[in-house]
């Protein structure tokens, strides 16, 4: 459900003309960059965190998770000869799928600490319930990958499927308990938001049901949908790509809603939005404007 400024900022945008969305949004509380720079001098610390997390320690991060993903799966290709090449290519590129999803949700969380370090709180698809992020798009390649294990395992034993025999199919179960960690790896991934034992800035945000709670602070909250929309579509028009970039062209998306309810305008995020974000952003990281 939308919240109230929400549903004015949806009208305002929609009716411009409207005399009451207008008297709403002028009263509307806003946010801008300088206004957070004079709240938050003491960055430093900040910055720091900012830059390893766009540096080498994200792509570290991703080659040890590959590295743990490919590891024990090349260690049963011997197994799996017999099921054909073909089997073993589709399960290797459903690896590479994975690892690819662990490379865009690094950037994912990039892009949160580009935006934290200049007064914008930025928002993910919640992933706090077992259906929300049991249906990420990550998961899926993951549970795929591990069924599709277990049968070419299985496959390379029996290649014709007429032995059914209990140590093969034993063996099938037991590579795929075998491979089971990825399912806990991808679900890590893919809980961006989450934390061990207590709450992440945007869950605290999400919990209380109030976008304005940072406000005070200067902190403007936008959902990485929203972003990657004005960013990656909005600003891609002709006159738009013109103007020179200023971050308080994001502090103005501050109330601005990611739900499809009734809002024609929603765009899904993809899975190589992260990357295109940081790419454009990393660019305006110490920008003061």
């Known amino acids: 459900m939308d919240r109230p400024h929400t549903r004015v900022s949806r009208v305002y945008r929609r009716h411009p003309e409207s005399r009451v969305a207008s ?10 960059i300088e206004a957070f720079a004079a709240k ?108 599709l294990h277990g049968f070419i395992t299985y496959l390379g034993l029996d ?5 059914g025999e209990l140590a093969d199919i034993l063996l099938a179960v037991l590579s795929i308990l075998a491979v089971m960690f990825v399912l806990l790896m991808t679900k890590n991934l893919c809980d961006i938001e989450g934390a061990n034992a207590l709450l992440t800035v945007p869950m605290f945000v999400y919990f209380f049901d109030d976008d304005d709670i940072l406000v005070e602070r200067g902190f403007a909250t936008v959902p990485f949908a929203v972003l990657a929309k004005y960013v990656l579509i909005d600003r891609k028009d002709e006159k738009m790509a013109l103007q020179k970039f200023s971050w308080n062209e994001i502090h103005a998306l501050h109330g601005e809603s990611a739900n499809t309810d009734g809002d024609s305008a929603y765009r899904r995020p993809t899975l190589i939005d992260g990357i295109r974000l940081v790419a454009f952003l990393k660019i305006y990281k110490d920008l003061e404007s």
């Open 23 to 32: 008297l709403v949004v002028a009263r509307a509380k806003m946010t801008s």
């Open 40 to 147: 938050n001098a003491r960055l430093d610390a900040m910055k720091k965190a900012r830059d390893a997390a766009c540096g080498w320690r994200l792509w570290l991060a991703c080659a040890v998770f590959s590295f743990l993903l490919v590891g024990p799966v090349v260690s049963l290709v011997p197994v799996m000869r017999g099921a054909g090449p073909a089997y073993v290519a589709i399960e290797l590129a459903m690896i590479a799928m994975i690892a690819w999803c662990a490379v865009e949700y690094g950037h994912r969380r990039a892009v949160w600490f580009v935006c934290i370090a200049r007064g914008v709180c930025v928002t993910f698809e919640k992933t706090e319930g077992f259906r929300a992020w049991a249906t990420r798009a990550p998961m899926t390649f993951a549970i795929v990958f591990v069924a």
């Open 159 to 163: 290649p014709t499927l007429s032995k």
